[in-house]
T-cell receptor, first 109, second 115 residues
Framework: TQLLEQSPQFLSIQEGENLTVYCNSS?????LQWYRQEPGEGPVLLVT?????EVKKLKRLTFQFGDARKDSSLHITAAQPGDTGLYLC?????????FGKGTRLHILP | DAGVIQSPRHEVTEMGQEVTLRCKPI?????LFWYRQTMMRGLELLIY????????DSGMPEDRFSAKMPNASFSTLKIQPSEPRDSAVYFC?????????????FGPGTRLTVL
């Protein structure tokens, strides 16, 4: 059983559209991170959310941590080809970081 | 500043051969992590070190896998003997503090293919 379920697994949309991807769990976490991974590279941290209900913005990306700290969403406004990549959520369990399998996003020009 | 350095970037070997992957973490980072990434299982933590000491190796799949960190600037992950199911991308990451609240900096990975 995957601790962190990410959906959708794959998403392909046109440039300029908006999208939301999700990271869900039945467990409560003290913090949750989002990473982006481009082909041939390692993941790069985008944001860490700590407080239930917290919303963080990074340019066109909006991250939200659920009130119960069990889930999170990432919303991208006006997607651009440079947003293409694998988006991974990660959370701490038993003092180790656990990653979801990710959402593979492809933005069509 | 140099990030996490991994070598080799690509490794192709035959079943039964020994494979050694190398990692140089970012200077000053106390934590070092080894991950394996596959399409089926995603990114899995294999082992991590704190101040060169292995803390948790529960993710190491079996005795064929071993990892060492002889000093603060170097770590190795060894597979002996290698099997086709070990084919994956192996990442090394380092962090300045406990992973819970700190960013992990990943290397570019080593793509391992075992024939």
């Amino acid at each position: 059983t995957q601790l962190l379920e990410q959906s959708p697994q794959f998403l392909s949309i046109q440039e300029g559209e908006n999208l939301t991807v999700y990271c869900n769990s039945s467990s409560v976490f003290s913090s949750l991170q989002w990473y982006r991974q481009e082909p041939g590279e390692g993941p790069v941290l985008l944001v860490t959310v700590v407080t239930g209900g917290e919303v963080k913005k990074l340019k066109r990306l909006t991250f939200q941590f659920g009130d119960a700290r069990k889930d999170s969403s990432l919303h991208i406004t006006a997607a651009q080809p440079g947003d293409t990549g694998l988006y991974l959520c990660a959370a701490n369990r038993d003092d180790k970081i656990i990653f979801g399998k990710g959402t593979r996003l492809h933005i069509l020009p | 500043d140099a990030g996490v350095i991994q070598s080799p970037r690509h490794e192709v070997t035959e079943m039964g051969q020994e494979v050694t992957l190398r990692c140089k973490p970012i200077s000053g980072h106390d934590y070092l992590f080894w991950y394996r990434q596959t399409m089926m299982r995603g990114l899995e933590l294999l082992i991590y070190f704190n101040n060169n000491v292995p803390i948790d190796d529960s993710g190491m799949p079996e005795d064929r896998f071993s990892a060492k960190m002889p000093n603060a600037s170097f770590s190795t992950l060894k597979i002996q003997p290698s099997e086709p199911r070990d084919s994956a991308v192996y990442f090394c990451a380092s962090s300045p503090g406990r992973a819970t609240y700190n960013e992990q900096f990943f290397g570019p990975g080593t793509r391992l293919t075992v024939l």
